[in-house]
C-alpha cells in the first residue's frame, strides 16, 4: 500500500526557512513527477513546485527563487527547502506523487498534509 508522509512543517517568523520532506512507501515500479501543492484558508489548492522523474523541475512565480525542490530516488523522498518564507506562503503543504504501478501506467496519491505558518 502506497502512503506519503510529510514531515517538518511549523512556526517560523517570516524571512525564515522551512524544509518539507515526503517518504513515500510502498513503491514497487518507481514514481514519476513528485510535487508540492498548498492550500491556504478560504483557497483553491495551488501548486508550489514539482519534480519529474528524470529531474526537471518548475515553480509557481510566488515562490521562484526562494524555494527549492528535490527529490531522492534511491529512497523515494521529496524535499521542499523553503526560505525567505513570507507571511503569504502559510497554508497546508500537500505532498503529491504519481506512483508508477506498470511501465505506462501510474496512480496519484496525496499526503495527509504538514502545516506552515509564518508569523510576521
Known amino acids: 500500500q502506497v502512503q506519503l508522509v510529510e514531515s517538518g512543517g511549523g512556526l517560523v517568523q517570516a524571512g525564515g526557512s522551512l524544509r518539507l520532506s515526503c517518504a513515500a512507501s510502498?513503491?514497487?515500479?518507481?514514481?514519476?513527477?513528485m510535487g508540492w501543492y498548498r492550500q491556504a484558508p478560504g483557497k483553491q489548492r495551488e501548486l508550489v513546485a514539482a519534480v519529474t522523474g528524470g529531474g526537471t523541475t518548475n515553480y509557481a512565480d510566488s515562490v521562484k527563487g526562494r524555494f527549492t525542490i528535490s527529490r531522492d530516488n534511491a529512497k523515494n523522498t521529496l524535499y521542499l527547502q523553503m526560505n525567505s518564507l513570507k507571511p503569504e506562503d502559510a497554508a497546508v503543504y500537500y505532498c503529491?506523487?504519481?506512483?508508477?504501478?506498470?511501465?505506462?501506467?501510474?496512480?496519484?496519491?496525496w499526503g495527509q498534509g504538514t502545516q506552515v505558518t509564518v508569523s510576521s
Open positions: 510502498g513503491i514497487a515500479d518507481g514514481i514519476n513527477t
Open positions: 503529491y506523487a504519481e506512483v508508477k504501478y506498470s511501465k505506462y501506467s501510474a496512480n496519484a496519491y
